[in-house]
């Protein structure tokens, strides 16, 4: 189970850190994933994490803004967002998947086996 936490309202410029608590499973083994949806526009993939990767792939709409990380120890996967737009206002979604070749070498693909319920974010002033 994942279970996503942090979204809200926040002002144009704002930051906001969204966690994503994961339970029932060792999420080392995991490779994790941030997408987000926008009413009426596709899901749209954020970044994604592999196990120990030094270098998350993080969309280029977003890069250099919005930073992932893990703490597996804690089960616990992060999206640190700055400088948030309007254009940012969307659910935001963890997920993660157990394929131990994804996880190894960070691949990301659309397809996860878990995810979680979502997480609102606004952008408004």
């Known amino acids: 189970q994942l279970v996503e936490s942090g979204g809200g309202l926040v002002q144009p410029g704002g930051s906001l850190n969204l966690s994503c608590s994961a339970s029932g499973f060792v999420l080392d083994k995991f490779v994790i994933a941030w997408f987000r949806q926008a009413p009426g526009k596709e899901r749209e993939a954020v970044a994604c994490?592999?196990?120990?990767?030094?270098?998350?792939y993080v969309a280029e709409s977003v890069k250099g803004l919005f930073t992932v990380s893990r703490d597996d120890d804690r089960r616990m996967v992060y999206l640190q967002m700055n400088g948030l737009e309007p254009e940012d206002t969307s659910v935001y979604y963890c997920a993660a998947d157990p394929d131990p070749v994804r996880a190894i070498r960070s691949i990301c693909l659309e397809e996860y086996q878990y995810w979680g319920q979502g997480t609102q974010v606004t952008v408004s002033s």
């Open positions: 994490m592999g196990k120990d990767d030094p270098s998350p």
